[in-house]
């Protein structure tokens, strides 16, 4: 079956380090990853869309310099957090896609605390 | 009702009861995808319904969807102490499914 595994699961950082976290779609062939941040209250958001043959495409309020993302295929994907600040805690969703399919498997996320 | 709400809406009920979320969306959309969410794991797909779909259902899932009012529903039927999670309604504007918009969550909670 597709799953989607994400590590660390949790990781604490001190204010002003990064961070990197990793992704890994496995069992199917996934055609792009889309990562989100859910804050301490529950919400979403979007950071960045990868799809194959296309650059990755970060939404607003977030930007490559802060949250570069890298990928040698879409099925293994990281993104680093860097100069984390309190702002940035939360829960960070690994999101793939297989081309075709209509809907997203997520990893079970990277909980990052910032001291 | 998921969007325009400022923190996640929570509903407690009796094992054996049914129960009806609601969510409401603001841009156009193929699809609403429904997720539940278990405490310390990522959302998990439960049901789907298309725009060309009323009504879906799955086992004890039934899902609803208004276009032209821009709104759907989950209703689960004799709910049990594991369906206790937080339930979010999603949508996709591009139509694809690859930059899903979630709405702020239901937390269900089902006591015995």
């Known amino acids: 079956g597709a799953l989607v595994y994400q590590y660390p699961r949790r990781t604490i950082c001190k204010s002003g380090t990064s961070m990197r976290m990793e992704c890994q779609a496995v069992?199917?062939?996934?055609?792009?990853v889309a990562w989100y941040r859910q804050s301490p209250q529950k919400t979403f958001e979007l950071i960045a869309l990868?799809?194959?043959?296309?650059?990755?495409?970060?939404e607003q309020n977030f930007t490559q310099e802060k949250f570069p993302i890298s990928h040698p295929n879409l099925s293994f994907s990281s993104m680093t957090v860097l100069n984390a600040y309190l702002e940035d805690r939360g829960l960070y969703l690994c999101?793939?896609?297989?081309?075709?399919?209509?809907?997203?498997?997520f990893g079970p996320g990277t909980r990052l605390l910032v001291l | 009702s998921q969007w325009g709400e400022e923190n996640l809406q929570a509903l407690s009920i009796q094992e054996g009861e049914d129960v009806t979320m609601n969510c409401s969306y603001k841009t156009y959309t193929t699809v609403v995808h429904w997720y539940r969410q278990d405490s310390g794991r990522g959302p998990a797909l439960i049901i789907l319904?298309?725009?060309?779909?009323r009504e879906k259902r799955s086992g004890r899932l039934r899902a609803t969807l208004d276009t032209s009012s821009q709104s759907s529903s989950l209703s689960i039927t004799a709910a049990q102490c594991e369906d206790t999670a937080v339930y979010f309604c999603a949508t996709d504007r591009t139509g694809g499914a690859d930059r899903l918009t979630f709405g702020k969550g239901t937390q269900l909670i089902i006591q015995p």
């Open positions: 069992g199917f062939q996934a055609t792009s």
């Open positions: 999101g793939a896609r297989e081309g075709g399919a209509d809907t997203q498997y």
């Open positions: 990868s799809t194959v043959n296309s650059a990755i495409k970060y």
């Open positions: 319904i298309r725009s060309n779909e």
